[in-house]
T-cell receptor, first 112, second 116 residues
């Protein structure tokens, strides 16, 4: 079935460190891929997305590239800030308007 | 912009009692809402799809008599956990999928339910 496997946390980094959160997927069709972020006390917010192979999604310094050959969508940021502390969810969606399949979420804490 | 408001954000209840979680779409209408649940160290999993004006559809293994869903209006969906037990303790979150007025899904803040 369709599923997302995400790197387990928690992850603790110092400010300005490089971040990678791994995400791989299994899908029966051609999914769109997403990263959502949840800040404390708030709902999930779309961070970035990619709708087809080799697309790169980017936002707020974060990037992820849709790799069909490795079925991956790893999230990266070159220099994290304290304000990036949040829970990050990788997700896929096969049909717009239908349900998402989520990873377990990765908690990131950035310390000054 | 479009926002989904979910309340309460956390609740503690005694075994055997019922808990209602509300999910409201602010400044847009949602004919469909998804309800997800996340157990510790597991993924957010779809529980049910709430449809305005008709019965909710439940995923396999989710008891419809235990998790009552009511989509009373185009801006409100509720999930009631009836006769709650400790194994119902979980994180519940609602979502409105993309629609005519929005190109992306919107999520509520989530509700942390603890049954003691």
């Amino acid at each position: 079935g369709d599923s997302v496997t995400q790197m387990e946390g928690p992850v603790t980094l110092s400010e300005e460190a490089f971040l990678t959160i791994n995400c791989t997927y299994t899908a029966t069709g051609y999914p769109s891929l997403f990263w959502y972020v949840q800040y404390p006390g708030e709902g999930l917010q779309l961070l970035l997305k990619a709708t087809k192979a080799d697309d790169k999604g980017s936002n707020k310094g974060f990037e992820a590239t849709y790799r069909k050959e490795t079925t991956s969508f790893h999230l990266e940021k070159g220099s994290v800030q304290v304000s990036d502390s949040a829970v990050y969810f990788c997700a896929l969606n096969l049909v717009t308007g239908n349900q998402f399949y989520f990873g377990t979420g990765t908690s990131l804490t950035v310390i000054p | 912009g479009a926002v989904v408001s979910q309340h309460p954000s956390w609740v503690i209840c005694k075994s055997g009692t019922s808990v209602k979680i509300e999910c409201r779409s602010l400044d847009f209408q949602a004919t469909t809402m998804f309800w997800y649940r996340q157990f510790p160290k597991q993924s957010l999993m779809l529980m049910a799809t709430s449809n305005e004006g008709s019965k909710a559809t439940y995923e396999q293994g989710v008891e419809k008599d235990k998790f009552l869903i009511n989509h009373a209006s185009l801006t409100l969906s509720t999930l009631t956990v009836t006769s709650a037990h400790p194994e119902d303790s979980s994180f519940y979150i609602c979502s409105a999928p993309p629609g005519r007025s929005r190109s992306e899904a919107f999520f509520g803040q989530g509700t942390r339910l603890t049954v003691v």
